[in-house]
């Protein structure tokens, strides 16, 4: 989950920005990409250099530094991140960002930020509890942040009492749970079929392709990580599944076309699947025999069902009466000449709303290699994408689905009020 994230770590002036180093360099390990925001008060506490040694990035901490502001403003760090930790968060930082205060850089890039926020408290045991910090928390909890902590301890002042920062190990929990919960595509369903389909001749010979799973597998997983709640339908593969999905494992199209019926409704559909068109009418129930020499069997074959087309025009469940079609579906063209004139045939035929037009001429190695290069079809226009790593393609992909549906659901609010206001 913390794997490539860009995490924003703000450190506040409090005993346990000591730890902070610790933290920053747990995150790292973790696969984070870490830069620290060190506050005034937070510098008497640890140093700079000990964060940017260990975090391998430069420390911000001026909000009025022109270097600052001309490498990467309070804006752009807002921005970048993925996640925002405050650890330590003192009970002046829990004040002022719960009323809005920007009187920091670390106040200051709190409120410009949209990205999820954690809070790991730290403070003396009665500053916790203090009528004012509870509301605090409570209005920052209403807010959508995410706290950590503090746990019961020995406190830096001698006492004991709940205000200790929460454990590393704890912190780094939590930073996963909260970039979980806080996806734009949480809440969101999507069903991604991937691989080939395997349509038996006999008992041992099948009809296959090439197809690795890897981009429809990348699909899912990108998914899943922008917060989305994936079911991966997938024909026979070599490769492990993306974390975080329900995998539901098939081997032939009719097979495909009711796991993803089963799947239940869907707000998006990715059909990248390289699902055979065909399938033999009779499937042989013994091993066919080899005849004399110059005599080869003939193999009668059947269509299989479309399961992209289905699910774009009847919906998931198809024929059922609560069929419904997603929001939101998506198709691969694999084509080996007139890429764009019949990716935009298909996306015609299937009903679908999405092509990703790929080239899987045999110098492309699109079909098992770790590389695609794709054209976006709509029915508004084609878009080159460059030649990409399967996984950075799938990212992309994702991040343009979230953005549509964020679109479509500002649309379809707009048009709420609107009504009201005709009304
Ligand atoms: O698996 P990889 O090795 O990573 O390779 C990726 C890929 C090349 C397989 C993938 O990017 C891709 O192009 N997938 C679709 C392959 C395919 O079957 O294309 P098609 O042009 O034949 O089909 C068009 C669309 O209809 C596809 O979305 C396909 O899933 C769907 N289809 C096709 C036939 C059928 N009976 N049912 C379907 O749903």
């Known amino acids: 989950m913390l794997n490539g994230k860009n995490i924003l770590l703000a450190i506040t002036g409090g005993i346990a920005a000591y730890k902070t180093p610790e933290l920053a360099r747990a995150l790292k390990k973790a696969g984070a990409d870490v830069t620290c925001v060190l506050s005034q008060n937070g510098a008497q506490f640890v140093s700079e250099l000990a964060l940017q040694s260990v975090s391998g990035n430069r420390v911000y901490g001026d909000l009025f ?3 600052d502001e001309h490498e990467m403003g309070h804006i752009s760090l807002a921005r970048n991140a993925d996640l925002i930790i405050v650890a330590p968060a003192t009970a002046n930082t829990l004040a ?15 409120l410009a930020t949209t990205k999820p926020i954690l809070l790991a408290p ?3 045991w009665a500053m916790w509890e203090n009528p004012a910090t509870v509301e605090n928390v409570k209005t920052l909890s209403v807010r959508g942040a995410s706290m950590v902590g503090p746990v019961a301890g020995e406190l830096a002042c001698g006492e004991e009492g709940m205000g200790r920062m929460a454990d590393i190990e704890d912190i780094l929990e939590a930073a996963e749970m909260a970039l979980e919960l806080s996806g734009p595509l949480k809440g969101v369903l999507a069903t991604v079929t991937s691989g080939p389909t395997h349509e038996p001749i006999d008992p041992v010979r099948y009809i296959a392709n090439r197809s690795s799973g890897k981009q429809g597998h ?12 994936v079911t991966l339908i997938s024909g026979p593969t070599n490769i492990a599944p993306p974390e975080n999905i329900t995998l539901v494992n098939v081997i ?67 024929g059922l009466s609560n ?24 996306l015609a035929a299937k009903g679908c709303d999405w092509i990703l037009a790929n080239d899987v001429s045999n110098e492309t190695d699109t079909f098992g290699g770790d590389d695609n290069q ?5 029915r508004s226009g084609v878009e080159e994408w460059p030649r990409m790593n399967k996984r950075q393609l799938a990212k992309k992909l994702a991040e343009k689905i979230a ?15 609107s009504t009201k206001d005709v009304s």
């Not at 079609?325 to 764009?340: C, H, K, M, S």
Request: with cysteine; glycine share 6%; net charge neutral.
């Open 65 to 67: 530094s022109l270097t």
């Open 96 to 110: 002022k960002i719960a009323h809005g205060e920007a009187t920091n850089m670390v106040t200051t890039l709190l």
């Open 122 to 124: 730290a403070m003396n």
């Open 218 to 229: 990348a699909i899912a997983g990108a998914l899943a990580e922008l917060g989305a709640e």
């Open 252 to 318: 032939t199209a009719n097979e495909m076309m009711a796991a993803v019926n089963n799947s239940g409704c869907a707000d998006i559909f990715v059909g990248a699947a390289a699902v055979s068109d065909w399938r033999m009418a009779d499937t042989k129930k013994q091993k066919i025999k080899k005849q004399s020499p110059g005599t080869v069997p003939e193999l009668k074959l059947t269509e299989n069902p479309d399961i992209l087309k289905t699910v774009a025009t009847i919906g998931i469940s198809g």
């Open 323 to 346: 069929s419904a079609r997603p929001q939101l579906v998506i198709g691969f063209a694999a084509e080996t000449e007139n890429l764009i004139e019949n990716a935009r045939r298909k």
């Open 374 to 378: 794709v054209h976006l079809v709509t």
């Open 403 to 417: 953005d549509t549906l964020l679109d479509n659901s500002r649309l379809a609010n707009a048009h709420l009020t």
